[in-house]
């Protein structure tokens, strides 16, 4: 939650969705387990706020979906993603590359993520393939390298069950279509499943 004082609309994106906060902002996490309620504060939030997932231990992830090197002729990129304790004080920030439409973080506190074309051809190393996994330190811990079915372009959505994470995603390459991705953290192990067009459409809209 955060307080209107804090919102500003785009002047390129209309509706509700053209609405965000300005940082640096203060927030607070309400955390709710049937019927207990627990409210976090999070002070000076310095990014512009994309995702929100929670890790292992209480803790929770602040992911800003762009970033940027830090100078056009540097390959370091500005921290995009903080880690913050359960009393919401800030643990660490690294960078998990850029144009992140879709993430998720699975049991163990890995942190998944899916990248569109700006990112996927942006010069950001493990953006480049489309999807990552990253360890709750910011270390990619896995990358596609040649084991999806086609190039992604673009990612939709994700989501997680018992051990696996779902990530849905389509291509531009020579097999272009929509693919549903299993990856299996504890193995590495990959799976697709190329999905209808309606998928497409129906995952754009949530």
């Known amino acids: 939650m955060v307080h ?28 709710i387990d049937g019927r207990e309620e627990r409210r976090v504060p999070v002070k000076d939030i310095p ?13 929770f992830l602040l992911v800003s979906g762009r970033t940027s090197r830090i100078t056009a002729a540097e390959e370091t990129w500005r921290a995009n993603a903080l880690v913050f304790s359960r009393l919401g004080s800030p643990e660490g920030e690294f960078c998990i590359g850029d144009d992140i439409p879709a993430l998720v973080t699975d049991r163990s506190g890995g942190i998944w993520t ?37 190039v992604p372009l673009e990612g939709l959505t994700a989501a997680t069950e018992d051990d696996g994470v779902w990530l849905l995603w389509y291509s531009g390459g020579s097999r272009a279509g929509t693919y549903l991705t299993r990856v299996t ?11 209808s067009f309606a998928v497409h459409r129906a995952s754009a809209r949530w």
Not at 8 to 17: A, D, E, H, L, P
Not at 116 to 130: A, F, K, R, T, W
């Open 4 to 31: 209107r004082r804090y919102l500003n609309r785009s002047r390129y994106i209309k509706g509700w969705v053209g609405w965000g906060a300005k940082p640096p902002f203060d927030a607070e996490l309400v955390l």
């Open 47 to 59: 990014i512009r706020l994309s995702h929100l997932a929670l890790l292992a231990d209480c803790r």
């Open 114 to 150: 899916e990248y569109g074309d700006e990112g996927i051809y942006g010069g950001h190393p493990e953006s480049g393939g489309g999807l990552a996994g990253w360890t709750p330190e910011g270390r990619a811990m896995w990358l596609p390298q040649g084991r999806l079915p086609d």
């Open 185 to 195: 953290p504890s193995t590495g192990e990959v799976t697709s499943y190329r999905v």
